[in-house]
């Protein structure tokens, strides 16, 4: 046979095997784009979900250790909220866990309010009166709102306003606050928490990402507790119904009268959270040094950090803020090392009990930067008396919303436990670092259609492209 024939037949045959190489991709093509059309028509969301999405936290699961009875969960949120599928599947999740634990059983209703505004009006009537999750138990009820389930850049549904938004990717963070409302369920309302303010303290209701102090107001909230500022001077002393002070960070010093008054709070029972400022203790120094307290001026510097600048918390005492915390680690920036009082100086004094609840490993050794202090602990459980209770800590910014926005450390937890101790409620929980902090909301169900699309026709274009070059190349003389 000549060269001439040999090669008209080969190109024939490249020919037919590019014909059908085509036809293959169109059909895919075709199929493909006729299942995105199916899709179009339905409100479901695709989602990349990151991580173990059916696991809890241990701290959630002791929450639903000690829950009883049926807890209903009414997940009111629209079918297309890039919130809507994590939201179904942590309720699972929690429902699973609840059975493993033998806690209280669940029964879950998905209420979608466009579709059912006779089942959405009920749950208004409840306080739920926006997207969110509603949990019920015998006649009481508390409701988690969207805003606390997702971050920001997840929140709204994927149709708004009549026009198709943007792709979305946020971060859900339901596992924590459904946790939250199932533990207040658990036990009678939260009591009153009042926040020092007048002396340049830290800002709980700023929002500011950096600086602000909102999101641990939120947590607090979260918990069922009512959360109000005092000023001591306006008050006269703080009221009888205030049954934790929080005195975060005071960068002016209080007056010879506050002093006088919180002395007088915790000497008839009362609880208080103190966070030392950057320097100096507002004049409080004597008044902690009658509970077994002195705080310094020098920094724990620790030997373990991250990027060189801050300290990390690993030493934790049995007691019952930290009890759970053995495999945590804390966060803090420009910490004070707050030393408790010497044996002699205690000798004095046998009701009082002081303990180093979180100490920093430093080149000089392990110093304590967080100590908890109860006067008449011992015989509360036998007479009708109420302990004091002081937790120092030494430093406020631990809490601020750049630190807490990365769930990434036990702060959170720490601090929640030091407010829930010093409110007589056992605080003995584990960590909250669970499967919301590895959830994730992907791209919108219109932007997986033409992400779709494109991968159907543009990929094979661009390999049929690619063989067509490749065989003409092979065939040119």
Request: proline share 5%.
């Amino acid at each position: 046979m000549n060269p001439a024939a040999i090669q008209a037949k080969l190109r024939k045959r490249n020919r037919k095997a590019i014909f059908g190489a085509l036809s293959c991709m169109f059909l895919g093509a075709v199929l493909t784009l006729l299942v995105n059309m199916l899709a179009l028509r339905g409100p479901h969301l695709f989602i990349l979900p990151f991580g173990d999405v059916q696991n809890v936290s241990d701290r959630t699961r002791e929450i639903l250790t000690d829950s009883q009875g049926t807890i209903r969960a009414t997940c009111m949120i629209p079918a297309d909220s890039p919130a809507f599928r994590q939201s179904g599947r942590l309720l699972r999740s929690l429902a699973r866990a609840s059975s493993g634990v033998m806690g209280a059983a669940f029964e879950i209703e998905y209420v979608d309010p466009r579709r059912n505004p006779a089942g959405a009006a009920r749950l208004a009537a409840l306080g739920a009166d926006s997207n969110g999750i509603l949990f019920e138990r015998g006649n009481r009820h508390v409701f988690v709102d969207l805003a606390d389930l997702v971050t920001e850049a997840g929140k709204g549904s994927v149709f708004e306003g009549g026009a198709r938004r943007r792709s979305v990717m946020g971060r859900f963070l339901g596992e924590a606050a459904c946790a939250a409302a199932i533990a207040r369920l658990a036990r009678p309302e939260g009591g009153r928490i009042c926040w020092l303010t007048g002396h340049s303290e830290a800002p709980l209701t700023d929002s500011d990402p950096i600086g602000g102090y909102s999101r641990i107001l939120r947590e607090m909230q979260r918990e069922g507790f009512t959360v109000s500022p005092l000023n001591l001077i306006e008050a006269r002393g703080v009221p009888e119904s205030c049954d934790v002070l929080l005195v975060l960070g005071p960068r002016y010093p209080l007056t010879v009268d506050e002093r006088a008054w919180l002395d007088d709070y915790l000497n008839r029972g009362g609880r208080l959270l103190f966070t030392l400022p950057p320097t100096g203790d507002a004049g409080l120094s004597r008044l902690l040094n009658l509970w077994g307290i002195s705080p310094t001026s020098r920094l724990a510097l620790s030997t373990k950090t991250i990027a060189g600048a801050e300290s990390l918390a690993t030493r934790y005492a049995d007691h019952p803020v930290t009890r759970n915390f053995a495999s945590a680690t804390l966060l803090f920036g420009a910490a004070r090392t707050v030393e408790p009082a010497s044996a002699d100086d205690l000798a004095g004094d046998d009701r009082l009990q002081v303990t180093p609840l979180v100490s920093i490993a430093t080149a000089e050794g392990d110093r304590p930067v967080a100590i908890a202090s109860e006067r008449g602990g011992q015989v509360a459980a036998d007479l009708a008396y109420r302990p004091g209770r002081l937790i120092v800590v030494g430093e406020t910014a631990f809490v601020s919303n750049n630190i807490l926005a990365g769930r990434t450390t036990a702060n959170r937890d720490f601090f929640l436990n030091c407010v829930q101790w010093l409110a007589g409620i056992d605080a003995g929980r584990s960590l909250s670092r669970g499967a919301d902090r590895m959830l994730a909301t992907a791209m919108t169900h219109d932007r997986w259609v033409a992400l779709l699309a494109a991968a159907a026709l543009g990929l094979p274009a661009f390999a049929l492209l690619a063989i067509t070059l490749l065989g003409r190349r092979r065939l040119l003389p």
